[in-house]
């Protein structure tokens, strides 16, 4: 992972870039490689991955609404959070899907809590498993599950490339899967959120609808909190 911090004022950079350090050394957790820029031209520039992106609206130059365009197009799955005294900018940042809006001058505590959001989805996204079948062990990225289906005695999970069928059940899948994006909606399905076409009190369409799910009616409201609750985590 990699997290790259672009703000004219070289003190509130600094500052946030302290902050990040200390919630990975709250968690016990090793800090992932960080990069400050003091304007959007030079990160732009920056060949490297941007996987978390703290952004500063209004510098010199190009500001910081076009600088998260131009990532989103180079790399859709780059978390941006924009940072600002300004808030006539939420909507147009809106539009480019930016994950979170942070005031200045930055709240710690806030920093911290929309950073672990942001790094739910990150491993949700790049994560990866392997999926164990008669024939073999698979490596696939989770972000390619579209759901997991009992059939009988057959557990078959479904991806945008193929089907496998896995040697482990139901069970041992809920509890290896991410569960801010998997639900288990029917005692036979596990669906991932993020592919959800749409939903009623009995099915959930997924992919396009590739693919149907059942959802039991007394989990109805359950699920659709988790999904709301996931579509949130990734503005």
Known sequence: MRILICDDDQTTAGQLAGYIRDFFKRDHLKCPDMDLYFDGESLLADPGEKDIVFLDVEMPGVDGIYVGQQLKKKQPDTIIFMVT???????????????????????????????????????????????????????????????????????????????????????????????????????????????????????????????????????????KAAYFLYLESTR
């Open 85 to 223: 005294s300004y808030t006539e900018y939420l909507d147009e940042a809106m539009r480019f899907h930016v994950f979170r809006y942070l005031s200045k001058p930055i709240d710690r505590k806030r920093l911290f809590r929309n950073l672990k959001d942001a790094l739910k989805q990150y491993n949700c996204a790049s994560e990866k498993v392997a999926i164990e079948t008669r024939q073999g062990v698979f490596t696939v990225p989770v972000s390619d599950i579209i759901c997991l289906e009992t059939q009988g005695r057959k557990l078959v999970i479904h991806t945008l490339t193929r089907d496998f069928e896995s040697v482990h059940n139901m069970q041992f899948w809920a509890d290896t899967l991410p569960k801010n994006c998997f639900f288990q909606s029917h005692r036979s399905f596990l669906v991932n959120l993020s592919h959800v076409s749409e939903f009623d009190h009995s099915l959930i369409q997924l992919a396009s609808h590739r693919f149907e799910a059942y959802l039991t009616r007394r989990k109805y409201t359950e699920f």
